[in-house]
């Protein structure tokens, strides 16, 4: 089936701007925010809440079988830290957001984290662990990682996907 729209991931660490940036997108381009967090509370695609993270415990399998009709179709911004689960053939562009570990430090603290969580995120920032994920599950071609610390990064991160959706579709019309 071919789509006459991309699916994008918008990902990174907790705390590096995904959901604006997913936002803005969906403002700007008509695709839908498609919002993990969100799938997995409402459509009770997990196995319960742990405690000491504060976070569900995702139900990966069932996650997939929740979105699998609606990514197929194209059209989606989907929002989370994790994309390496998502089938290569549901998905046309990989964004990973990253941050200097100060800048995500002062998100996550105003955001309440508990300690536990707020250094597990900072580690996995500074290791790169969403970016590895990312580059281990996806072609090259279709992956980016852009600076998320000001908002005219964040302006400049959305005007340059955008271009991408524009080139996307003309290449898809001629292809």
Sequence with gaps: MTRNQPNIIITGTPGVGKTSHAELLAQGTGLEHLSINQVVKEREC????????????????????EIE????????????????LFPRSWIDLVVVLRTN????????????????KLQENLDSEIMEVVAEEAREAYDEECVVELWSQTAEEMEANVERIEEW????KINSRDG
């Design 101 to 116: 570990s100060t800048c995500l430090y002062d998100r996550l603290k105003a955001r309440g984290y508990a300690e536990a």
């Design 46 to 65: 997990h196995e319960g809440w742990d405690e000491g993270m504060s976070t569900w415990i995702v139900d990966e399998d069932k996650l997939l079988d």
């Design 69 to 84: 009709d609606q990514l197929k179709k194209g059209g989606y911004i989907i929002d989370w830290h994790a994309c390496d």
């Design 165 to 168: 959706l524009r080139n996307w």
